[in-house]
């Protein structure tokens, strides 16, 4: 989540001064955005500067700042606040990791570095153990999204002997459709790690195989139709909890054929929430007003 004022395409008739402020992070909105997903979407879990709040494009102090204001924001009202510290620069994610652990983050996640890339599990390990001995009282979280790393190092082999090097390792948030992994890690599972799931429009075929949780961008605007899909699973009615995956997979597929990704889904969590998201950084670029129009539409008349 990264909070701004206005969309692109309106920036043109705004002053030099103005256009400046809106490319900043806008701290403001955050304490209104958690009680917006407490109360209206049953979200008391957040997981901050991840790839929808495009924690990779933004500076360093611009993401201790992000965290500090949701750690602030978020006290006595969010059950957990985890800072995606993951960085190209093993001191950047060092930096961060040690800096959430000081603001009292409830625990953080970093992705594999994405230019040089580890190309093999021993180094990724070695990689992300520097990162999580920064942090050493509060766990740490794989974030495993080979989309967008381009680091496809399977999480069942990842797992293997990985507590033994990292003791504060926790979990993972797996955001990828690679079942089979994902099943592996299921079934090897003796040291009770964290299973979250990260492809929302296929979460049910993942508590199917055992997921512990799930963490992802449609939960911003549809948390509370996720919700009841998991209380639907945990009640074993499988109708029901069809029905609210076949919601999430209306819309998304509905979005996709438009060209859906973060600049979109901050224009979706703007008209759910009523609370501007602002535009996103490039070198994405806001989502059209066609685009936004037909969305709305359709998230109105999604029905279960
Ligand atoms: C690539 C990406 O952004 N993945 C997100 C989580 O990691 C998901 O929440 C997706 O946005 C969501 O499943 C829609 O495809
Ligand atoms: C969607 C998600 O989990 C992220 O923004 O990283």
Redesign the pocket.
């Known amino acids: 989540f990264c909070g701004g004022q206005l969309t692109q395409e309106s920036l043109g008739w705004l002053s030099e001064e103005k256009k400046k402020k809106i490319r900043e992070i806008n701290l403001s909105v955050i304490g209104q955005y958690v009680d917006y997903l407490v109360k209206e979407q049953g979200v008391k879990n957040i ?1 901050v500067n ?4 495009e ?1 990779l494009s933004l500076s360093t102090q611009e993401r201790k700042q992000l965290a500090e204001e949701w750690v602030t924001k978020g006290k006595n009202k969010l059950d957990h606040v985890i800072i ?1 510290v993951g960085a190209l620069s093993l001191p950047e994610a060092k930096e961060l990791a040690k800096h959430a652990a000081a603001i009292g983050a409830s625990g953080i996640a970093g992705i594999a570095p994405f230019f040089f890339k580890p190309t093999n599990k021993d180094t990724l390990v070695a990689f992300l153990r520097e990162v999580a001995s920064e942090a050493p009282g509060i766990p740490f979280y794989y ?1 495993h ?1 080979p989309p967008l790393t381009g680091v496809k190092i399977r999480v069942e082999e990842l797992l293997d002997g990985i507590k033994e090097q990292i003791p504060t390792f926790q979990g993972v ?1 797996f ?1 990828d459709t690679d079942l089979l992994d994902f099943a592996q890690c299921v079934k090897n599972n003796k040291e009770q790690f964290v299973l979250l799931y ?1 492809v929302d429009e296929h979460l049910l075929s993942a508590l199917a195989i055992g997921a512990s949780g799930a ?3 449609t939960y911003n605007y549809l948390g509370k139709k996720n919700n009841l899909m998991l209380e639907a699973f945990a009640k074993q009615d499988l109708a029901l909890a069809q029905r609210y995956q076949f919601c999430t997979g209306e819309f998304l597929s509905f979005v996709f054929k438009l060209g859906f990704g973060v600049a979109q889904t901050k224009a979706v969590m703007t008209f759910t929430s009523g609370i501007p998201m602002g535009p996103p950084r490039l070198p994405l670029l806001s989502a059209s007003v066609d685009f936004i129009e037909k969305a709305k539409a359709k998230m109105e008349s999604l029905i279960v």
């Open positions: 997981f991840g790839t929808t709040g924690g995606h974030y999204i948030k955001s990260g963490v992802g961008s």
